[in-house]
């Protein structure tokens, strides 16, 4: 079962960073929330923690299970390690993040080689979240990560506590990071800008405005 551990932020309590840290290191999966939802994470450079995540979120069809998890990075210059951020690009993250987006670039040559991933392609998150941006920054490598998106009922109610968590997921996952407060659920903007235009994916939370006015100029 899961070790449910209610921490607190402003700042962050060091001691609970590091258990999860601990956690993340051996392979394990954990649960926090973020800036728009409950989600599930791990080291995104282990590919048995990764084959874990995929396991306890199952894909609706196999075409969304063979699709990779995003990335969650502590800053913009962790995530250039992974990713191809020109200055172009770079403004617009820079005016974008943190915050309830994912954004698709191009991977850099390194990703390959860091996190044992050959695709063109890599969606990136930097989440408004200053515990999750402690902890993957104490951390120092991306976590690959999914949302929770599962309803609890048929009125499409989702998860929005810890304890919720623990009652359904407690049997897959190692740890539960918990703030002790109601999260509800809600998606990213998904904006992709691995071609020289911004292309929205999705309307989500984030504000999509900047970018229907480039594509409107364009």
Not at 94 to 106: D, V
Request: proline share 6%; glycine share 6%.
């Amino acid at each position: 079962m899961a070790k449910h551990i209610f921490t607190y932020i402003n700042p962050p309590s060091e001691r609970d960073l590091d258990a999860a840290c601990l956690v993340l290191e051996q392979g394990g999966v954990i649960a926090y929330p973020t800036d728009v939802n409950w989600s599930i994470g791990c080291d995104a450079s282990n590919v048995k923690a990764v084959d874990r995540l995929r396991a306890i979120k199952p894909a609706k069809n196999i075409e969304v299970d063979k699709q990779p998890f995003s990335l969650i990075f502590s800053s913009l210059s962790m995530a250039a390690n992974y990713a191809t951020v020109d200055g172009h690009h770079y403004r617009l993250l820079k005016k974008s993040l943190p915050g309830p987006y994912t954004f698709i670039l191009k991977r850099s040559k390194n990703l390959a080689r860091q996190i044992n991933d050959k695709r063109r392609i890599v969606g990136i998150r930097i989440p408004q979240s200053p515990l999750i941006l402690a902890l993957v920054d104490k951390f120092a490598r991306p976590l690959a990560t999914t949302s929770l998106s599962f309803p609890l009922d048929s009125e499409m109610n989702y998860l929005k506590f810890g304890f919720e968590i623990e009652e359904r997921f407690g049997h897959g996952i190692d740890l539960i990071l918990d703030l002790g407060e109601e999260v509800i659920y809600r998606e990213t903007s998904i904006i992709d800008l691995s071609s020289d235009e911004p292309q929205i994916v999705r309307s989500g939370v984030g504000d999509i405005s900047m970018f229907q006015l480039i594509q409107n100029e364009s």
